[in-house]
């Protein structure tokens, strides 16, 4: 899919992002970065406060190490972290 802008500025729906090419400059914007959070009361739900206990800052890694499994049920995800933004010039 491909719409025109101004300035002559050609925008297309990359897989990946987006990509814009102009007259002097090709940009390529990126997807969102991956953000996760933890939801600590189901997490404690399903292993008890003893067990919570032993890695109560939760990282990911702790989670995965103390309570292999778990992590699809109390752990949700968005792309909504930053994304790369890359600008090229065009050969003459």
Same mark, same amino acid.
């Given at each position: 899919?491909?719409?025109?802008?101004?300035?002559?500025?050609?925008?297309?729906?990359?897989?990946?992002?987006?990509?814009?090419?102009?007259?002097?400059?090709?940009?390529?914007? =990126? &997807?969102?970065? +991956? #953000?996760?959070?933890?939801?600590?009361?189901?997490?404690?739900?399903?292993? /008890? !406060?003893?067990?919570? %206990?032993?890695?109560?800052?939760? =990282? &990911?890694?702790? +989670? #995965?190490?103390?309570?292999?499994?778990?992590?699809?049920?109390?752990?949700? /995800? !968005?792309?909504?972290? %930053?994304?790369?933004?890359?600008?090229?010039?065009?050969?003459?």
């Amino acid at each position: 899919m491909s719409t025109s802008i101004e300035c002559s500025i050609c925008v297309r729906f990359a897989p990946g992002g987006r990509s814009i090419h102009g007259t002097k400059f090709d940009v390529l914007l =990126g &997807l969102r970065a +991956l #953000e996760c959070a933890i939801f600590f009361t189901q997490l404690v739900k399903k292993i /008890g !406060a003893v067990a919570f %206990s032993k890695f109560a800052k939760c =990282g &990911l890694g702790d +989670l #995965e190490k103390y309570a292999p499994g778990v992590e699809a049920s109390v752990v949700t /995800g !968005a792309n909504t972290g %930053s994304r790369p933004l890359k600008v090229f010039a065009r050969a003459a």
